[in-house]
């Protein structure tokens, strides 16, 4: 990731690092670049993406924030960023797998012309309602209703509307939320009534956000599903059985299913879009079945955290952590491991179906 990452900026700083580094390193560098032809990333969603934006809301409570330690043990300089890992997330290694730059957080942003080379508008504890974790974090409507829309009307502005139209057809648009709403319906009980109204007012929020998302330009749509929630060491940890929290599961997968049913009617309803529907249910739960065809020695302990599989509390100073994290699969009670991130992209990227459909992100950032 190291030699990786000093490849990414450009074409022409890629290939001028490349030649004269090892050939091994060009190989890993270059061919990504040459696959992806998408000019930049625009992210939205939660804490799986967030690279720093909650570092800039003063009233989040310290749960929604990741800049202290022991988040970002392995990431360059040992330093917490914001992100809910020990290293880089997922978003990091999409953007590397494209060649781009991965996009800073908006609200870290003072000069508007870098919203060209994207944007991540990703906030720790926000989803799909704007009930869940409210006031703690940027939810997914004003994500798209503030943040992207100022940035859409900026590049208008700055490119004019054709060029403005063109660059964000182009560019991925990579979503990840959801587990959030499933979280606080499980553990506090928010977001009530039966399971079938509590997927389906979530099915009808994320159809008209992500029209409003088509509206504003966005034509290639990478989805990030949920993940097999009831699995992670929280919600586990909360299970009678410490077996797999059942509830959360059931929801994750028929969450998963009724975005699937959207994102087909979608497209087939907007002939100019495109999309890939990454399903880390299974993937996730192909590692926790076979850890050790995959590298894990622990699938269901938290690296960094507190209490009983360092399950009952976020990873925090106090912590103690693992020394190997590369043998984890998950870092702190919800987040995967940087190893996690980084395994999963690759299969979100060149996969096949049924992990990535109906395209995989190499296809659907194709020229
Ligand atoms: C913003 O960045 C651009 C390009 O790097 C630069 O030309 C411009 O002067 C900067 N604007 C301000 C206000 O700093
Ligand atoms: C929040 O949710 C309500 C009800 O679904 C919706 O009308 C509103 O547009 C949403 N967004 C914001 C930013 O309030
Ligand atoms: C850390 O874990 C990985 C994956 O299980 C293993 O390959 C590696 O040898 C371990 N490293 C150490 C220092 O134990
Ligand atoms: C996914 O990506 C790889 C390489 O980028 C490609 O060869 C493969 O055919 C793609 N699609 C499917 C459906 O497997
Ligand atoms: C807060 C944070 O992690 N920001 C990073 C976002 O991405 C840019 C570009 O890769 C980094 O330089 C920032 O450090």
Same mark, same amino acid.
């Given at each position: 990731m190291g030699f990786w990452r000093r490849c990414t900026p450009s074409t022409s700083a890629c290939a001028g690092v490349c030649v004269v580094a090892l050939l091994l390193v060009a190989l890993a560098c270059c061919p990504t670049r040459a696959r992806g032809a998408a000019p930049a990333v625009y992210v939205l969603g939660d804490s799986q993406a967030d690279v720093g934006n909650n570092n800039y809301l003063p009233a989040t409570l310290p749960m929604y924030k990741a800049n202290y330690p022991h988040n970002g043990v392995d990431y360059p300089g040992g330093k917490p960023t914001g992100r809910f890992s020990n290293g880089y997330n997922f978003v990091d290694y999409l953007a590397d797998s494209l060649g781009v730059a991965s996009p800073p957080p908006y609200l870290s942003i003072s000069n508007t012309s870098v919203y060209l080379r994207g944007v991540n508008f990703s906030s720790g504890g926000s989803g799909v309602s704007n009930l869940t974790n409210m006031g703690q974090c940027i939810s997914f409507d004003e994500q798209i209703d503030q943040h992207y829309s100022t940035v859409h009307a900026t590049l208008v502005e700055q490119l004019g509307p054709r060029q403005a139209s063109t660059h964000l057809a182009e560019s991925l648009f990579s979503v990840a939320i959801g587990g959030n709403d499933i979280i606080n319906r499980v553990l506090l009980s928010q977001l009530v009534g039966t399971q079938d109204q509590f997927i389906s007012s979530l099915a009808n929020s994320l159809k008209r956000q992500l029209q409003r998302m088509y509206d504003l330009g966005t034509r290639r749509l990478l989805f990030v599903g949920a993940t !097999?929630?009831? &699995?992670c060491p929280m919600l586990r940890e909360q299970s009678p059985t410490k077996e797999c929290h059942a509830e959360a599961n059931y929801l994750s997968a028929r969450y998963n299913n009724a975005v699937t049913m959207l994102l087909r009617d979608m497209s087939a309803m907007h002939p100019g879009m495109s999309y890939a529907f990454f399903d880390t249910y299974t993937a996730l739960l192909q590692y926790i079945r076979q850890p050790e065809a995959y590298g894990y020695t622990e699938v269901k302990a938290a690296c960094c955290g507190l209490g009983d599989n360092n399950a009952?509390?976020? &990873?925090? !100073?106090?912590s103690s952590y693992c020394a190997n994290r590369t043998s984890y699969m998950f870092w702190d009670i919800v987040h995967p491991t940087e190893i996690t991130a980084k395994r999963l992209t690759k299969v979100a990227f060149d996969g096949s179906p049924p992990l990535v459909y109906p395209i995989n992100i190499s296809q659907l950032t194709a020229s």
């Open positions: !097999p929630l009831g &699995c009952m509390f976020q &990873c925090t !100073p106090a």
